[in-house]
Nanobody, 127 residues
Framework: EVQLVESGGGSVQAGGSLKLSCAAS????????MGWFRQAPGNKREGVALVSAEGGSTNYVDSVKGRFTISGDSAKKTVTLVMNNLKPEDTATYYC????????????????????WGRGTQVTVSS
């Protein structure tokens, strides 16, 4: 059984930083991808960042480019999201996701392309 467990959420003021981590079990991060989605109250889930297992290429939603950095460790089966210069609009529940299917990772903004989800961790940014 695949499990994804997030950690590192919390509350910060605008301009601050947080680091989210996700540890996978029952899952071999040697193909496919891992990443992060987020969902704010009243909003749809939104793809934030993705890292591929093969080659480590990354993708970001435009609103976080230059502020967030995603990285993955295949050996440790972990993915990390470093979030700098946080803004109130970054407030959301952040979910770790994973897929073992490469073509699904190519359409990473589509929530239906990820079979594995963590329970989420809350990030709150105050102004």
């Amino acid at each position: 059984e695949v499990q994804l467990v997030e950690s590192g959420g919390g509350s910060v003021q605008a301009g601050g930083s947080l680091k989210l981590s996700c540890a996978a079990s029952g899952y071999s991060f040697t193909t496919g991808c891992m990443g992060w989605f987020r969902q704010a109250p009243g909003n749809k889930r939104e793809g934030v960042a993705l890292v591929s297992a093969e080659g480590g290429s990354t993708n970001y939603v435009d609103s976080v480019k230059g502020r967030f950095t995603i990285s993955g460790d295949s050996a440790k089966k972990t993915v990390t999201l470093v979030m700098n210069n946080l803004k109130p609009e970054d407030t959301a529940t952040y979910y770790c996701v994973a897929s073992t299917i490469r073509w699904r990772c190519g359409a990473w903004r589509d929530v239906t392309n990820f079979s594995y989800w963590g329970r989420g961790t809350q990030v709150t940014v105050s102004s």
